[in-house]
């Protein structure tokens, strides 16, 4: 036969399918109502499962899997169209922080930095704000707990690095912390071997763990040096600059070399020249600047088959785009989870309405980050 037959049968057979997918559709808004009027969930998880079994056994054998699939998806289409409209407490108090947060992002504010003058941090902070009072911590944990004790108004934390991956300890923190992200910015990152002398024999390199990945390849062909890991970059370079030692170096921006007194032995020493790394903007309360078009959550799912997958789909039926996904064991609790998401939505969309509406209720836990957009 010519492939032409074939695909007209195919035609025939793909309007029957719309048709018949509108028609269900329909009768799924009717059940709607009808649970809204009788006060019933709309995830009946009992009645799903008889149903995937049921046409499981309608299907041949080699047919089975696929079916499951196709009606998996289904029902999450179908759960979509039934909530539509729906709108829950946490979408109403992202309403109201649309209409109460300023047009503007503050230009001065009191910012919480992890680190010392000279840090990364600080200058991502210098990016978004035009003239913050900075206020440095030791840690991240001192960074969010400025910020959920009102000390500051904002808290900049790095969340993940280009070449190096996540910051893994700031998304460990996210789970203990209440905050909302309300900008995110890039830097490009560019590390430098940074001493006392010109022409010692470095025996021993201070910088943050992070910046160590980085430049792995570099630290390999010094041989065997000595590398000691510190809080942060611009912490190195101000051991380095305090120490009586003249065999010690720090890998840290070009910045700390002329706040620190200490010379430039190699710049940019990072294995990848395209090294950024991207950082949150947190603050105590929930705020939402115009133009935000994008939105962290996080979650925490039941410990079953198909829990992940169920957030998958609704965003894939949602058409929105996920951008990260990271996961983190939960401490306390054996081979579980936190998801964290990093969605590409506008804010002001229908979909971000129905996902904020819907997803709450297929996790354990659901936590709202914030919506934001990203200062590049």
Known sequence: ?????????????????????????????????????????????????????????????????????????????????????????????????????????????????????????????????????????????????????????????????????SVKRVYDLMVKHNFSIVRSTRMKVDHCLLAKADHEEIKEIFSHEQAIAQSATFLKSLGNVKVTVCENTAIAAQTVAMSERKDVAALSSRMCAELYGLKILKSGVQDEGNNHTRFLCISKNTEIYPGADKTSIMLILPHKPGALYKVLARLYALGINLLKLESRPLPERDFEFMFYLDLETSVYSEEFVQLMCEIGGICEEFKYLGSYSEVV
């Open 1 to 165: 036969m010519d492939l032409n037959v074939y695909r007209k049968e195919i035609d025939q057979i793909d309007d029957e399918i719309v048709r018949l997918f509108q028609q269900r559709m329909d009768v799924a808004a009717k059940i709607a109502a009808y649970k809204k009027e009788n006060g019933l969930p709309i995830l009946q998880p009992a009645r799903e499962r008889a149903k995937l079994a049921e046409v499981s056994q309608k299907s041949r054998e080699d047919m089975q899997s696929y079916m499951r699939v196709l009606y998996s998806l289904l029902f999450e289409l179908s759960r979509t169209y039934q909530e539509k409209g729906n709108r829950t407490e946490l979408y109403r108090k992202i309403e109201a922080a649309i209409e109460n947060t300023p047009r503007l992002f503050p230009q001065c504010a009191t910012v919480a930095c992890q680190g010392v003058e000279g840090a990364y941090s600080q200058l991502a902070c210098e990016k978004l704000f035009k003239n913050p009072q900075i206020q440095y911590f030791r840690n991240f944990e001192g960074v969010f707990s400025a910020i959920e004790a009102g000390f500051c108004q904002y808290g900049i934390l790095p969340i993940e690095n280009s070449t190096a991956g």
